[in-house]
C-alpha cells in the first residue's frame, strides 16, 4: 500500500470493517483534541484547510485509478469536517487537564461536537446531501463532510449556548 492509501483511510483506520467513517471520525477526533489542545482552533481550521485541498487532489487520483466514486474506506473527509466542527465549537485553546474539568464544558462540547458531526453526516440533510448526490470527484467526496463539520460546529455553539442562557 502507498502513502496516497494510507492518508486517504487515515492511517488505514478506513479499513475497519464495520462502520469505517465512525472509525475514521474518531481517528480524527482524538487527533483533532490533540492539535486543539497544543496549538489552539486557528491552527486546527488552517490545518483542515491545507489537508483538505491535498485530499481533494488524491481522492481524484484514486477515483481516477479504481473507478470508484466516494469508496466508503477513504476517511480522510471525516477528518475535515471533525476538524472544522472542533475549530468552531470548543473554539479555544485548553491543555489536556482542562479536558476533564465539569465546569469548562469542553468535553461536552467536544463529544456533542462529535455526535452531530457524525448524524449530519449519516443522514446527510439539506446541503448536505446535495453535494454528496451532485457533486463528482474529490469535492464531492470531501465537500459533503465539510458542510456536515460547519453544521455540527455551529449546532454544538448554539446549543451549548442555549444551555449556558437556561441555566
Same mark, same amino acid.
Given at each position: 500500500?502507498?502513502?496516497? *492509501?494510507?492518508?486517504?483511510?487515515?492511517?488505514?483506520?478506513?479499513?475497519?470493517?464495520?462502520?469505517?467513517?465512525?472509525?475514521?471520525?474518531?481517528?480524527?477526533?482524538?487527533?483533532?483534541?490533540?492539535?486543539? =489542545?497544543?496549538?489552539?482552533?486557528?491552527?486546527?481550521?488552517?490545518?483542515? %484547510?491545507?489537508? =483538505?485541498?491535498?485530499?481533494?487532489?488524491?481522492?481524484?487520483?484514486?477515483?481516477? #485509478?479504481?473507478?470508484?466514486? /466516494? /469508496?466508503?474506506?477513504?476517511?480522510?473527509? &471525516?477528518?475535515?469536517?471533525? *476538524?472544522?466542527?472542533?475549530?468552531?465549537?470548543? #473554539?479555544? =485553546?485548553?491543555?489536556?487537564?482542562?479536558?476533564?474539568?465539569?465546569?469548562?464544558?469542553?468535553? %461536552?462540547?467536544?463529544?456533542?461536537?462529535?455526535?452531530?458531526?457524525?448524524?449530519? /453526516?449519516?443522514?446527510?440533510?439539506?446541503?448536505?446531501?446535495?453535494? /454528496?448526490? &451532485?457533486?463528482?470527484?474529490?469535492?464531492?467526496?470531501?465537500?459533503?463532510?465539510?458542510?456536515?463539520?460547519?453544521?455540527?460546529?455551529?449546532?454544538?455553539? %448554539?446549543?451549548? &449556548?442555549?444551555?449556558?442562557?437556561?441555566?
Amino acid at each position: 500500500m502507498n502513502l496516497n *492509501w494510507m492518508f486517504i483511510t487515515l492511517f488505514y483506520s478506513g479499513l475497519f470493517p464495520k462502520a469505517p467513517g465512525t472509525a475514521g471520525t474518531v481517528v480524527a477526533l482524538v487527533l483533532g483534541i490533540l492539535l486543539l =489542545s497544543y496549538f489552539g482552533p486557528q491552527t486546527l481550521f488552517l490545518a483542515t %484547510l491545507l489537508i =483538505s485541498v491535498i485530499a481533494i487532489k488524491e481522492i481524484d487520483k484514486y477515483e481516477a #485509478a479504481s473507478g470508484i466514486h /466516494d /469508496d466508503k474506506r477513504i476517511v480522510i473527509d &471525516e477528518l475535515a469536517g471533525m *476538524w472544522i466542527a472542533l475549530s468552531i465549537a470548543p #473554539a479555544v =485553546s485548553f491543555s489536556l487537564e482542562e479536558l476533564f474539568v465539569l465546569d469548562n464544558m469542553l468535553l %461536552l462540547q467536544i463529544v456533542l461536537s462529535f455526535i452531530l458531526f457524525r448524524v449530519y /453526516d449519516i443522514k446527510k440533510p439539506s446541503i448536505i446531501g446535495r453535494i /454528496d448526490r &451532485e457533486v463528482n470527484g474529490g469535492l464531492g467526496v470531501m465537500g459533503d463532510d465539510i458542510i456536515a463539520g460547519f453544521a455540527a460546529g455551529i449546532s454544538t455553539a %448554539l446549543l451549548i &449556548e442555549a444551555y449556558k442562557y437556561i441555566m
